[in-house]
């Protein structure tokens, strides 16, 4: 008779997640490591807002756009497009400066995490300092209750980051201002010329439009706002 020999059941196969990566120099990167990487990108978006020049850039250019009356002309995504692209090229060297003294040496594993966030802050830190103004600094160094700082370097950066906000937010109101005047001219000009002559019913925005439009277009607002922007910067 054959013999039949019975199989042996096969061993369960065990699956299972490993958080761990390569670091930098070839070290293994633990579960906080990587959970402190994916807080950085998660908070990326309101870095690029917050600590750079997108902000006064956005209010400016919307600022415009309410003061020629054209509605939705440009639309959202080229505005913010644009003060994204413009954001790029201020920062570039901020950036380059960044992966020059931070990112590179912390790839190469030449500096550890704590020292690449130290020196990628400090670029950071000066361009802040430079469109800060005194005042607002002031305000919040008081507000926080710290000791009186004797240099830039004792102030941290949650007293720096809401007073860089503050500024920016006022220099672009001013620049704002700026840009309704001459449209304003314009529309009290419109107005006035409507109501000499008796035309009560028509509205003076519809008079008004295609002349702001046409005064834009002849002084070439958009290089010169541009212009101006990237220049308050430097």
């Not at 019975?6 to 633990?30: C, D, F, R, W, Y």
């Not at 400090?122 to 305000?139: C, G, H, S, V, Y």
Request: net charge negative; proline share 7%.
């Amino acid at each position: 008779m054959a013999s039949y020999s019975l199989a042996q059941p096969e061993e369960p196969v065990k699956l299972g997640i490993n958080i761990e990566g390569t670091g930098p120099s070839g070290e293994s990167l633990n579960g906080f490591e990587i959970i402190f990487l994916f807080t950085i990108l998660t908070l990326a978006p309101s870095i690029l807002i917050m600590m750079t020049s997108f902000t006064r850039i956005i209010i400016v250019l919307s600022f415009t756009r309410n003061a020629l009356g054209t509605q939705q002309m440009p639309p959202n995504q080229v505005l913010i497009g644009l003060a994204l692209f413009l954001t790029f090229f201020i920062m570039a060297p901020i950036g380059a400066t960044i992966n020059e003294s931070a990112i590179g040496p912390y790839l190469a594993g030449e500096i550890g995490q704590e020292q690449a966030l130290q020196e990628a802050m400090e670029p950071i830190r000066n361009f802040m300092f430079k469109q800060t103004r005194e005042k607002d600094l002031a305000m919040f160094v008081n507000l926080s209750s710290i000791p009186k700082p004797e240099t830039l370097t004792d102030i941290p950066n949650n007293v720096l980051i809401p007073s860089f906000i503050i500024s920016e937010l006022k220099t672009a109101f001013q620049m704002g201002f700026l840009i309704y005047v001459p449209f304003i001219v314009v529309d009290m000009v419109v107005a006035s010329t409507l109501m000499s002559m008796g035309m009560m019913m028509l509205p003076p925005v519809m008079i008004s439009l295609p002349f702001k439009i046409l005064l834009f277009v002849m002084v070439d607002g958009w290089n010169l706002i541009v212009k101006t922007l990237v220049a308050g910067f430097n």
